[in-house]
Every structure is written in structure tokens, then in C-alpha cells.
């Protein structure tokens, strides 16, 4: 039964990773990826306030949410390619830039998201 729980999650948070990804952006910096990688930390940081703040939270929940929704919504391997493609075109102020403001914009997203969760 978990594995359906997390299929589930993980269905719909690739449908809305889609549905972000059909936003027409005109820039070749993957302004997308970033936006819904930033999204899916302060989703998660929000699950996991909620979670820690709460006595009981069905583990069905929590795998519906933290490992389906946010796994099949973030988009970590996307970003991957995405950084080393940049880097692959010799874009490399917009390819530092976006690992950088990857990973500190989503570690300020679960702090975010955590604190917001916990209220």
C-alpha cells in the first residue's frame, strides 16, 4: 500500500512539475527548473515543520507528500543537466549563478518552508 501512496504523490507532482514547465520564459537560463526546485524546498522544509510540530501524522501522508508529491516535483536531475549544459556552452557566470542560487534559494526554502509547517 506505500508504494501506491508514493505513486500517487509522485504522479501528481510530476504533472504540476509539467504543467510549470509550459510557462513560455524567453531566456536560455533555466528560470523554470530554478522557480520549481524552489517551490518543491519550501514544500518539503512545510511537511516537515508540519510533521515535527504534530503528535500524529498518518505515515501515509507523509509518503504521499514528502517522498511522492515533492520527489516526482523537484526536478534535481533536470537541474543537473541544465547546469552542465551551461557550463558545456561556456556560460559560466549563468552556469555558477544557477547552481548557487539552486542550492541556497532551496535551503532557505525548507527553512521557510519548516518554520511556516511548524505554525
Do not use: D, H
Not at 510540530?53 to 536531475?77: A, H, M, P, W, Y
Amino acid at each position: 500500500m506505500n508504494f501506491l501512496w508514493v505513486a500517487l504523490g509522485g504522479a501528481i507532482g510530476a504533472v504540476l512539475r509539467y504543467t510549470i514547465s509550459l510557462i513560455p520564459v524567453k531566456t536560455t537560463f533555466p528560470v523554470l527548473t530554478l522557480v520549481t526546485n524552489i517551490i518543491g524546498a519550501i514544500a518539503i522544509g512545510f511537511i516537515t515543520g508540519f510533521v515535527l510540530s504534530r503528535k500524529e501524522v498518518s505515515q501515509n501522508l507523509i509518503l504521499f507528500t514528502k517522498t511522492g508529491l515533492c520527489g516526482g516535483f523537484t526536478t534535481f536531475s533536470t537541474f543537473s543537466l541544465e547546469a552542465f549544459q551551461l557550463f558545456e556552452r561556456r556560460e559560466y557566470l549563468s552556469g555558477g549563478a544557477y547552481v548557487i542560487l539552486s542550492v541556497v534559494c532551496c535551503i532557505a526554502g525548507i527553512w521557510f518552508g519548516e518554520k511556516l509547517g511548524k505554525q
